[in-house]
């Protein structure tokens, strides 16, 4: 017998279909039906629902009157809109996080640059994409973990649910390009620099640009791909 509590059931419905839309299996305007997903998640209805609705929350699911759920478009005007929004929210919160962050917050960025930095061994692309996708996470999160503002930080995770979906674009053209990689090294090598060196005027600058770099290379691969 089946012990699942029901509220891990759509726990767990949640983050596959999230992922999987994150990852193109379910294309911008597709219709999501039940009993596909039933089908692919080995789920009922009930936990379904539950993700569904709160993937509507998060903008990534459209729900359509009485006709169910859609995965929600993408355009390059919002494609430009939440990466401007997030380059300007990431800008103030680590001159927040210059200003106040101690030995420790200096100390983690330090230990998170290094993690990103080495070299891994990897069996996949997809495992690649996901080991060098968290340490860059939790590289950018270390950063601006010094504002010490639960309320700023909880903004900053909504915005970054809704630009994961064009993220993910950028991820494929850079994390498999050994060159893209390697600027990305160097920006961060950069960042870390003046970050340590409390210059935040210059450092809040490189970040903004630092975080819209992506939009050209997302907005190709959209064009590419027939998002666009």
Not at 36 to 57: H, N
Not at 143 to 148: L, P
Not at 169 to 177: K, Y
Request: neutral net charge.
């Amino acid at each position: 017998m089946d012990t699942t509590p029901r509220q891990n059931l759509g726990i767990s419905a949640y983050h596959w279909l999230k992922r999987d839309i994150i990852r193109n299996v379910f294309r911008p305007g597709e219709k999501l039906l039940m009993s596909r997903l039933k089908e692919r998640y080995d789920l009922g209805v009930g936990p379904l629902r539950e993700a569904l609705s709160q993937l509507v929350a998060e903008r990534l699911v459209v729900a359509i009157s009485q006709r169910g759920y859609r995965v929600a478009p993408m355009s390059l005007a919002e494609l430009a809109d939440l990466y401007d929004a997030r380059a300007q929210l990431e800008g103030l919160l680590l001159g927040l996080a210059i200003e106040r962050g101690d030995d420790a917050w200096e100390a983690e960025i330090l230990a998170r640059a290094h993690t990103l930095a080495k070299v891994m061994e990897v069996n996949t692309p997809e495992e690649l994409l996901d080991v060098w996708d968290a340490r860059h996470k939790a590289f950018h999160t270390a950063i601006v973990g010094g504002c010490r503002s639960p309320h700023l930080l909880q903004v900053r995770d909504k915005l970054f649910d809704q630009v994961e979906r064009y993220r993910h674009l950028w991820l494929r053209e850079t994390v498999l390009s050994e060159e893209a990689l390697e600027r990305k090294r160097q920006e961060h090598a950069a960042l870390v620099e003046v970050i340590l060196a409390r210059d935040a005027p210059r450092a809040t600058r490189m970040m903004r640009d630092h975080l819209m770099t992506p939009v050209p290379i997302i907005t190709e691969a959209m064009k590419r791909q027939g998002l666009a």
